[in-house]
């Protein structure tokens, strides 16, 4: 069960916060200031800290977060950002935003990625963590198709429901490529606000708006000799489009702020959990940008339509989370098995994993069908 600090939030903040995210499966702590420390946050594990501020000394704990307050502001959201934040939300909070960042978090936190800082290494899962699971034909065809087109450099559009392991696609393409010993770098499109999403990808300039005290490279250099992973693309706007579509196309990006071009080599992998096809028709999507990213297409199956692979990802889980939590891994009855086969799963594996853990740690010393039924 993923893990997340409550920092320096009013009482009813704090209250809604906690309520919604115990609600969603995640265990919750709250701390005021002055009780933050690196060892207070290593001792007790925890995946992503909400806070009010404060966004150098949280950069510091090698834990990822995230800014909730209660007034905000363009240049404040484009300090956090600077200062490494995975989102910057104001109140009302959009609670839908805020658990798909923190699921993003959870979910990247249990792949491998090539920089670990000290904090974070000491919750990683095992290296097999990043594994492709599963033996049906939905995800063998996946396989397949990756084995085809990661060694090319192709752009590539990955397209599924949230949950099914897009992201582990994406990196499963890079890790096969020839640009494997360069950067992976990702941006997530949906949760940078509109204003901030051309200096996150292209950089800025020292000087281009208030809080800009000096050069910044965007994720586009970050990610030169690499591969740039856009998720949720179909959330970003038309005018960060039309750049993107310039980037793709002459393979040069400019700084916000400057009038000079810097070239750049990079694999474009993108993701969306919308039917980017109706959002065209919408107007909501460049034609032009969709056929330049969709060389090739990779759908990501959902769970309900691999249902003969969640005994073995039930399986790899319980492996999983017995490591994470240093106890002997359970034994799933075979009943209990049918019972979490029957069921829909619009969470994906996501979901499945997260009730897995919940019943590692509720049930007994082996998992029945009972135990699934009252904590499913």
Not at 26 to 37: I, N
Not at 39 to 56: F, H, K, Q
């Amino acid at each position: 069960m993923a893990k997340v600090l409550i920092l320096e939030q009013s009482k009813s903040m704090r209250n809604i916060l906690r309520e919604r995210l115990e609600f969603e499966g995640f265990a919750t702590a709250v701390a005021e200031r002055d009780e933050l420390s690196e060892s207070m946050v290593a001792r007790r594990g925890y995946d992503a800290i909400l806070a009010g501020s404060e966004t150098e000394r949280l950069a510091a704990l090698g834990v990822p977060f995230i800014i909730v307050t209660p007034t905000g502001s363009i240049d404040g959201a484009v300090e956090a950002v600077k200062s490494g934040a995975e989102d910057y939300l104001t109140a009302p909070v959009d609670m839908n935003r805020l658990l798909g960042s923190l699921r993003r978090i959870v979910e990247r936190d249990e792949q491998p990625t090539q920089e670990v800082t000290p904090t974070r290494a000491r919750r990683k899962h095992s290296s097999e963590a990043g594994q492709i699971i599963g033996s049906s034909p939905a995800i063998e065809h996946v396989r397949t198709l990756i084995e085809k087109v990661a060694p090319s450099d192709a752009r590539v559009l990955i397209t599924g429901e949230n949950g099914t392991g897009k992201e582990l696609v994406a990196r499963w393409l890079h890790e096969k490529s020839g640009r494997s010993a360069a950067p992976f770098v990702e941006v997530n499109c949906a949760a940078i606000p509109s204003e901030l999403i051309e200096s996150e990808l292209f950089g800025h300039e020292r000087g281009a708006f208030t809080s800009a005290i000096k050069q910044r490279k965007g994720k586009f250099e970050q990610a030169n000799g690499g591969t740039l992973f856009m998720d949720e693309i179909g959330d970003m706007s038309l005018s960060a489009q039309a750049k993107v579509l310039r980037a793709l196309q002459e393979n040069k990006i400019s700084r916000v702020g400057s009038d000079k071009d810097v070239a750049v080599d990079v694999r474009v992998v993108a993701a969306t959990n919308k039917d980017i096809r109706a959002e065209i028709e919408r107007g909501n999507f460049r034609e032009d940008l969709y056929h330049r990213l969709s060389v090739i297409l990779i759908k990501v199956p959902p769970l309900r339509e691999r249902t003969g692979d969640i005994a073995e990802l039930v399986d790899y889980f319980v492996a999983q989370i017995a490591a994470e939590h240093h106890t002997t891994p359970k034994q799933v009855d075979a009943e209990a098995m049918r019972a979490l086969s029957a069921m829909p799963w619009s969470g994906n594996i996501r979901e499945l994993r997260n009730v897995v853990e919940r019943l590692m740690i509720l049930s007994g010393d082996r998992v029945t069908v009972e135990d699934v039924k009252l904590y499913c």
